[in-house]
Protein backbone atom coordinates (compact mmCIF):
# COMPACT_ATOMS: atom_id res chain seq x y z
CA UNK A 1 0.00 0.00 0.00
CA UNK A 2 1.19 3.89 0.37
CA UNK A 3 1.34 6.57 3.09
CA UNK A 4 -2.35 7.43 2.30
CA UNK A 5 -4.31 7.83 5.83
CA UNK A 6 -7.17 4.89 4.86
CA UNK A 7 -9.84 5.33 8.20
CA UNK A 8 -13.06 3.25 8.50
CA UNK A 9 -16.20 5.07 9.72
CA UNK A 10 -17.97 2.24 11.57
CA UNK A 11 -20.18 1.65 14.31
CA UNK A 12 -22.77 -1.77 13.85
CA UNK A 13 -26.05 0.10 14.76
CA UNK A 14 -27.60 2.22 11.94
CA UNK A 15 -28.66 5.39 12.06
CA UNK A 16 -26.30 7.14 14.22
CA UNK A 17 -24.56 9.12 11.71
CA UNK A 18 -22.03 7.50 10.05
CA UNK A 19 -22.52 8.66 6.38
CA UNK A 20 -23.20 12.19 7.77
CA UNK A 21 -19.66 11.90 9.55
CA UNK A 22 -18.14 10.78 6.18
CA UNK A 23 -19.18 13.10 3.86
CA UNK A 24 -18.70 16.45 6.35
CA UNK A 25 -15.58 14.96 7.47
CA UNK A 26 -14.13 14.46 3.96
CA UNK A 27 -15.76 18.35 2.79
CA UNK A 28 -13.91 19.49 6.19
CA UNK A 29 -10.78 18.01 5.37
CA UNK A 30 -10.48 19.10 1.86
CA UNK A 31 -11.08 22.81 3.41
CA UNK A 32 -7.75 22.46 4.79
CA UNK A 33 -6.26 21.31 1.59
CA UNK A 34 -6.32 17.38 1.92
CA UNK A 35 -6.85 15.26 -0.37
CA UNK A 36 -9.39 12.81 0.29
CA UNK A 37 -11.35 9.83 -1.38
CA UNK A 38 -14.53 8.25 0.10
CA UNK A 39 -15.74 4.92 -0.14
CA UNK A 40 -19.18 3.72 0.47
CA UNK A 41 -19.15 0.51 1.40
CA UNK A 42 -23.04 0.00 2.47
CA UNK A 43 -25.26 -1.67 -0.10
CA UNK A 44 -27.98 0.56 1.48
CA UNK A 45 -25.53 4.08 -0.03
CA UNK A 46 -26.39 6.16 1.79
CA UNK A 47 -23.61 7.82 1.54
CA UNK A 48 -24.15 7.87 -2.17
CA UNK A 49 -27.43 9.36 -1.75
CA UNK A 50 -26.33 12.54 0.24
CA UNK A 51 -23.47 12.97 -2.07
CA UNK A 52 -25.22 13.23 -4.75
CA UNK A 53 -24.35 10.69 -6.58
CA UNK A 54 -25.95 10.49 -10.41
CA UNK A 55 -25.73 6.88 -10.48
CA UNK A 56 -23.44 6.61 -14.05
CA UNK A 57 -20.63 5.12 -13.39
CA UNK A 58 -18.77 1.76 -11.96
CA UNK A 59 -19.64 1.30 -8.15
CA UNK A 60 -18.22 -0.15 -5.17
CA UNK A 61 -20.17 -3.66 -5.27
CA UNK A 62 -18.57 -4.21 -9.40
CA UNK A 63 -14.98 -3.13 -8.06
CA UNK A 64 -15.38 -5.92 -5.21
CA UNK A 65 -17.01 -8.94 -7.58
CA UNK A 66 -14.18 -8.39 -10.12
CA UNK A 67 -11.36 -8.62 -7.67
CA UNK A 68 -12.99 -11.22 -6.05
CA UNK A 69 -13.12 -13.12 -9.08
CA UNK A 70 -9.59 -12.20 -9.64
CA UNK A 71 -9.84 -9.48 -12.54
CA UNK A 72 -7.83 -7.27 -13.08
CA UNK A 73 -9.04 -3.39 -12.31
CA UNK A 74 -8.24 -1.73 -16.20
CA UNK A 75 -7.60 1.65 -16.20
CA UNK A 76 -10.90 2.78 -17.74
CA UNK A 77 -12.60 1.03 -15.12
CA UNK A 78 -11.09 2.69 -12.71
CA UNK A 79 -11.37 6.08 -14.16
CA UNK A 80 -15.61 5.61 -14.53
CA UNK A 81 -15.37 4.36 -10.77
CA UNK A 82 -13.92 7.38 -9.27
CA UNK A 83 -16.47 10.37 -9.18
CA UNK A 84 -15.30 13.92 -7.98
CA UNK A 85 -17.73 16.30 -6.08
CA UNK A 86 -17.77 19.74 -6.38
CA UNK A 87 -16.78 20.61 -2.94
CA UNK A 88 -13.28 18.90 -3.55
CA UNK A 89 -13.40 15.17 -2.34
CA UNK A 90 -13.71 12.24 -5.04
CA UNK A 91 -15.80 8.87 -4.47
CA UNK A 92 -16.89 5.86 -4.76
CA UNK A 93 -20.81 5.07 -5.13
CA UNK A 94 -22.74 1.54 -3.69
CA UNK A 95 -25.73 0.29 -4.39
CA UNK A 96 -27.45 -2.56 -3.99
CA UNK A 97 -25.36 -4.87 -5.67
CA UNK A 98 -23.15 -4.57 -2.41
CA UNK A 99 -25.62 -6.24 -0.58
CA UNK A 100 -24.63 -9.79 -2.70
CA UNK A 101 -20.82 -9.46 -1.12
CA UNK A 102 -21.17 -11.11 2.24
CA UNK A 103 -22.48 -14.27 0.01
CA UNK A 104 -19.85 -14.66 -2.60
CA UNK A 105 -16.71 -13.61 -0.06
CA UNK A 106 -17.91 -16.73 1.38
CA UNK A 107 -15.95 -18.60 -1.22
CA UNK A 108 -13.12 -16.54 -2.04
CA UNK A 109 -9.58 -17.73 -0.62
CA UNK A 110 -8.11 -14.79 1.69
CA UNK A 111 -11.80 -13.64 1.63
CA UNK A 112 -10.92 -10.82 4.55
CA UNK A 113 -8.50 -9.14 2.26
CA UNK A 114 -10.21 -8.74 -0.83
CA UNK A 115 -10.48 -5.20 -0.01
CA UNK A 116 -7.26 -4.53 0.54
CA UNK A 117 -6.45 -6.00 -3.19
CA UNK A 118 -8.87 -3.77 -4.51
CA UNK A 119 -7.41 -0.34 -3.10
CA UNK A 120 -3.60 -1.92 -4.12
CA UNK A 121 -4.94 -1.22 -7.89
CA UNK A 122 -6.37 2.26 -6.85
CA UNK A 123 -3.95 5.29 -7.83
CA UNK A 124 -4.23 5.84 -3.41
CA UNK A 125 -1.11 8.01 -3.96
CA UNK A 126 -3.19 10.56 -5.08
CA UNK A 127 -5.32 10.77 -1.50
CA UNK A 128 -3.86 11.75 1.79
CA UNK A 129 -7.40 10.23 3.40
CA UNK A 130 -9.43 7.62 2.52
CA UNK A 131 -12.90 7.15 3.85
CA UNK A 132 -14.65 4.33 4.32
CA UNK A 133 -18.41 4.40 5.16
CA UNK A 134 -19.05 0.89 6.82
CA UNK A 135 -22.29 -0.83 6.83
CA UNK A 136 -24.37 -1.14 10.06
CA UNK A 137 -23.05 -4.89 11.05
CA UNK A 138 -20.59 -7.30 11.78
CA UNK A 139 -19.64 -8.64 8.30
CA UNK A 140 -17.11 -9.60 5.76
CA UNK A 141 -17.40 -6.28 4.22
CA UNK A 142 -16.91 -4.68 7.84
CA UNK A 143 -14.21 -6.84 8.39
CA UNK A 144 -12.09 -6.35 5.10
CA UNK A 145 -12.60 -2.68 6.16
CA UNK A 146 -11.12 -3.01 9.02
CA UNK A 147 -8.54 -5.26 7.64
CA UNK A 148 -6.88 -2.65 5.29
CA UNK A 149 -7.74 0.53 7.51
CA UNK A 150 -5.52 2.54 9.80
CA UNK A 151 -7.72 3.99 12.41
CA UNK A 152 -11.19 4.01 12.77
CA UNK A 153 -13.52 6.84 13.70
CA UNK A 154 -16.75 5.64 16.00
CA UNK A 155 -19.76 7.74 15.80
CA UNK A 156 -22.28 7.13 18.43
CA UNK A 157 -25.97 8.28 18.78
CA UNK A 158 -26.40 10.72 21.90
CA UNK A 159 -29.13 7.66 23.58
CA UNK A 160 -28.32 5.09 26.05
CA UNK A 161 -29.11 2.04 23.34
CA UNK A 162 -26.39 3.51 21.52
CA UNK A 163 -24.25 2.60 24.11
CA UNK A 164 -24.77 -1.33 23.52
CA UNK A 165 -22.41 -3.09 21.57
CA UNK A 166 -19.45 -0.49 21.52
CA UNK A 167 -17.30 -3.13 23.39
CA UNK A 168 -17.93 -5.81 21.18
CA UNK A 169 -16.71 -3.31 18.26
CA UNK A 170 -13.67 -1.93 20.32
CA UNK A 171 -12.86 -5.85 21.14
CA UNK A 172 -13.12 -6.64 16.93
CA UNK A 173 -11.09 -3.71 16.09
CA UNK A 174 -8.55 -4.88 18.98
CA UNK A 175 -8.68 -8.35 17.35
CA UNK A 176 -7.89 -7.60 13.66
CA UNK A 177 -5.14 -5.21 15.42
CA UNK A 178 -3.75 -8.33 16.63
CA UNK A 179 -4.36 -11.01 13.95
CA UNK A 180 -3.41 -8.63 11.43
CA UNK A 181 -0.28 -6.70 12.92
CA UNK A 182 -1.17 -3.50 10.74
CA UNK A 183 -1.51 -1.40 14.12
CA UNK A 184 -5.44 -0.97 13.46
CA UNK A 185 -6.52 1.60 16.38
CA UNK A 186 -9.67 3.90 17.11
CA UNK A 187 -8.91 7.08 16.77
CA UNK A 188 -11.92 8.48 18.23
CA UNK A 189 -15.58 7.85 19.45
CA UNK A 190 -17.46 10.59 18.55
CA UNK A 191 -21.02 11.93 20.01
CA UNK A 192 -23.34 12.68 17.22
CA UNK A 193 -27.32 13.95 17.74
CA UNK A 194 -26.50 15.68 20.31
CA UNK A 195 -29.28 17.70 22.21
CA UNK A 196 -30.14 19.58 25.12
CA UNK A 197 -31.45 16.34 27.06
CA UNK A 198 -30.80 14.80 30.43
CA UNK A 199 -30.02 11.38 28.35
CA UNK A 200 -28.24 13.40 25.93
CA UNK A 201 -25.59 14.50 28.75
CA UNK A 202 -25.90 10.67 30.34
CA UNK A 203 -24.19 9.21 27.41
CA UNK A 204 -21.83 11.84 26.72
CA UNK A 205 -20.81 11.83 30.86
CA UNK A 206 -20.60 7.60 30.12
CA UNK A 207 -18.70 7.83 26.92
CA UNK A 208 -15.74 10.27 28.93
CA UNK A 209 -15.76 7.59 31.54
CA UNK A 210 -15.70 4.47 29.90
CA UNK A 211 -13.44 5.35 27.42
CA UNK A 212 -11.04 7.90 28.64
CA UNK A 213 -8.55 9.27 25.96
CA UNK A 214 -11.31 8.49 23.31
CA UNK A 215 -13.62 10.83 23.07
CA UNK A 216 -13.77 13.50 20.97
CA UNK A 217 -14.47 16.80 22.53
CA UNK A 218 -16.00 17.82 19.36
CA UNK A 219 -19.87 16.97 19.58
CA UNK A 220 -22.23 17.00 16.72
CA UNK A 221 -25.67 18.44 17.27
CA UNK A 222 -28.83 17.38 16.44
CA UNK A 223 -30.27 20.15 13.64
CA UNK A 224 -32.69 19.86 10.85
CA UNK A 225 -29.65 21.30 8.91
CA UNK A 226 -27.89 18.04 8.08
CA UNK A 227 -30.69 16.25 6.67
CA UNK A 228 -31.28 19.80 4.72
CA UNK A 229 -27.59 19.27 3.43
CA UNK A 230 -28.16 16.21 2.26
CA UNK A 231 -31.18 16.66 0.61
CA UNK A 232 -29.00 18.78 -2.26
CA UNK A 233 -26.42 16.36 -2.90
CA UNK A 234 -23.90 18.70 -0.13
CA UNK A 235 -22.01 18.52 3.15
CA UNK A 236 -23.08 21.06 6.11
CA UNK A 237 -19.22 22.50 6.03
CA UNK A 238 -20.64 24.39 2.36
CA UNK A 239 -22.98 26.43 4.08
CA UNK A 240 -22.43 29.76 5.96
CA UNK A 241 -22.67 29.89 9.34
CA UNK A 242 -23.53 26.11 9.78
CA UNK A 243 -23.53 25.07 13.26
CA UNK A 244 -23.24 21.09 12.17
CA UNK A 245 -20.46 22.27 9.28
CA UNK A 246 -18.73 24.25 12.28
CA UNK A 247 -18.55 20.94 14.48
CA UNK A 248 -17.40 18.96 11.41
CA UNK A 249 -14.58 21.49 10.76
CA UNK A 250 -13.44 21.23 14.18
CA UNK A 251 -13.46 17.32 14.31
CA UNK A 252 -11.14 17.34 11.28
CA UNK A 253 -8.59 19.69 13.40
CA UNK A 254 -9.17 17.05 16.14
CA UNK A 255 -8.47 14.02 14.27
CA UNK A 256 -4.96 16.43 12.65
CA UNK A 257 -3.77 16.69 16.27
CA UNK A 258 -4.72 13.33 16.91
CA UNK A 259 -2.24 12.32 14.58
CA UNK A 260 0.47 14.41 15.60
CA UNK A 261 0.47 13.37 18.93
Known amino acids: MNRTKIISVANQKGGVGKSTSVINLAAALAQKGKRVLCCDLDSQGHLSRFIGWP ?10 RMTANGQPLTAETITSAICHHPEGM ?22 EQVLQRLFSQLPLDQYDYLLLDCPPYLGLI ?30 IIQNVSSVTGNGLKVNGILLTMEDNTNQ ?9 EDYPGLVYQTRIPRLVE ?28 ELLQREEE
Open 226 to 253: AADSTAQGRSCVSFCNSRVGNQYVALAT
Open 55 to 64: GNSITMGQLL
Open 200 to 208: SKAVWQALC
Open 90 to 111: DYIAADLSLAEADIYLVTVMYR
Open 142 to 171: LTNALVVSNEVIIPVQAQKAALDGLDNLLQ
